[in-house]
């Protein structure tokens, strides 16, 4: 297996009081139709932050306000190696449309044990 560098990828945990945005991916995708904390690849001379609101935006059609930063996760396997950062973040916009994925569940972390995650994304949910 070639070593590649970890790439950096941001994930928004998005709350609304107890609930959680989970996002389940498109089947079409890599880990398809796990479910994970929605966001994407941080692109060249582009912060986290600014990453993270460009992705939400082209995923979810909204805006988001970013709080603060909870947790970072390696995670390596075959295909894949990256460093994902998890920020907790609320929405300032209300309606969602859905351009990546194939739904998507506001959650209490309680239920999170009835959801299969992509790895990383189920780690961290003891820490939010």
């Given at each position: 297996m070639h070593q590649?560098?970890?790439i950096d990828v941001v994930a928004a945990i998005i709350k609304r009081e107890d609930y959680y945005l989970l996002a389940k991916r498109n089947k079409d995708k890599y880990m398809?139709?796990?479910w994970e904390f929605p966001g994407g690849k941080v692109e060249q001379n582009e912060s986290f932050k600014e990453a993270l609101s460009r992705e939400i935006l082209e995923e979810l059609n909204v805006n988001i306000q970013i709080h603060s930063k909870v947790a970072?996760?390696?995670?390596q396997d075959e295909e894949i190696n990256i460093t994902l950062h998890y920020y907790i973040?609320?929405?300032i916009?209300?309606?969602?449309?859905?351009s990546?994925?194939?739904?998507?569940?506001?959650v209490k972390k309680q239920d999170f044990l009835k959801?299969?995650?992509?790895p990383g994304d189920g780690d961290i949910t003891s820490l939010i």
């Amino acid at each position: 297996m070639h070593q590649m560098n970890p790439i950096d990828v941001v994930a928004a945990i998005i709350k609304r009081e107890d609930y959680y945005l989970l996002a389940k991916r498109n089947k079409d995708k890599y880990m398809g139709l796990k479910w994970e904390f929605p966001g994407g690849k941080v692109e060249q001379n582009e912060s986290f932050k600014e990453a993270l609101s460009r992705e939400i935006l082209e995923e979810l059609n909204v805006n988001i306000q970013i709080h603060s930063k909870v947790a970072e996760e390696r995670y390596q396997d075959e295909e894949i190696n990256i460093t994902l950062h998890y920020y907790i973040c609320s929405l300032i916009d209300t309606d969602i449309v859905l351009s990546e994925h194939e739904a998507i569940e506001w959650v209490k972390k309680q239920d999170f044990l009835k959801y299969e995650f992509v790895p990383g994304d189920g780690d961290i949910t003891s820490l939010i």
